[in-house]
């Protein structure tokens, strides 16, 4: 039953978290026994709250495995593979997958079929790394409840109805019914640390859904620098939105670069605040601050600006 509890308190309290995290590992060690768990970890909040309650429930027969499939943001396989294999000693498998996915998106437009696509490859991606290992019998997931909701007919999600039935993984998911503000709070509490649990939401096909239409090589590279870039300057806001990001539609526009006319693709910039990650409000950014005016990014990478 994919449906949250009624009677299910907000998580908004430590109290509240450590209650809840007594019971997924009691539920976790219940379902999984002394099995191995196969856990696609992105190192965003949801993938790696799970993989801290499964490492504290199952230790060593957590299995996590990260996948690189060329849609990240600037420096993130990096990152993961420092905290999670280096700092934290998890039992991961890089996976450079990168060609294999950009090589199934080329010519792919419809934003729906994209992120089916990348959906089916990362199911595809696991079932051959669980057929290198011995034991494998659950995949862990880092389903949360808007994932759910949003799947009703709004938009596929990897996480949510997309194992094929040949694959022989049974689910664990154990945030399942949370929302992401109680994700963070649980989070918090298994002790990860802050740049970890509230870094920015990113969304499973990565920057695949943000780079419109089909997906170039050297469009997804300029988008990677403007998203840092972008990123960077608002960070420097006392009151930054909840999350905020950049889009590089398929078109060009004309714009100024090194003080002449210049034809590049423009930045859109998205900001919004939100605390349950199902309704949201738009956030007008700034353009008058100075860092705005220099336009950085327009220095620091070939996209143009408007």
Not at 102 to 125: H, M, Q, S, W
Not at 272 to 285: G, M
Request: net charge negative; aromatic share 6%.
């Amino acid at each position: 039953m994919d449906k949250r509890p009624e009677t299910m308190e907000r998580i908004t309290t430590r109290a509240l978290a450590d209650k809840f995290i007594e019971e997924q590992l009691a539920e976790i060690k219940a379902q999984v026994g002394d099995k191995k768990v196969l856990l696609a970890l992105s190192g965003g909040v949801d993938s790696s709250v799970v993989a801290a309650l499964l490492i504290k429930a199952i230790g060593d027969n957590l299995v996590c495995v990260h996948v690189n499939h060329g849609l990240l943001r600037k420096g993130e396989p990096e990152m993961v593979v420092k905290v999670f294999k280096e700092e934290l000693g998890a039992n991961l498998i890089y996976v450079d997958a990168v060609d294999r996915f950009l090589d199934k998106l080329a010519g792919v437009d419809d934003p729906e079929t994209k992120r089916k696509i990348i959906g089916a490859e990362f199911i595809e991606v696991f079932a051959e790394e669980a057929a290198k290992l011995e034991g494998i019998e659950f995949l862990g997931q880092g389903t949360i409840y808007p994932d759910i909701l949003e799947s009703d007919g709004v938009k596929a999600h990897h996480n949510v109805g997309g194992l094929p039935e040949d694959l022989q993984f049974e689910l664990v998911e154990p945030v399942k019914f949370l929302y992401k503000d109680e994700v963070r709070v649980v989070g918090s509490a298994l002790g990860l640390p802050d740049n970890m649990v509230y870094r920015q939401p990113f969304p499973g096909p990565g920057l695949g859904v943000r780079c419109t239409g089909a997906i170039t090589r050297d469009r997804l590279e300029a988008l990677r620098e403007a998203d840092a870039i972008v990123r960077e300057e608002i960070d420097k806001m006392e009151d930054k939105p909840w999350q905020y990001f950049a889009v590089i539609p398929d078109m060009k526009s004309t714009g100024i670069k090194d003080g002449k006319r210049y034809m590049g693709w423009p930045v859109i910039i998205r900001a919004i605040n939100t605390v349950d990650a199902v309704t949201a409000e738009s956030i007008e950014i700034p353009c008058e601050r100075p860092h705005y005016r220099d336009c950085p990014w327009s220095q620091q990478s070939h996209v143009g600006h408007q």
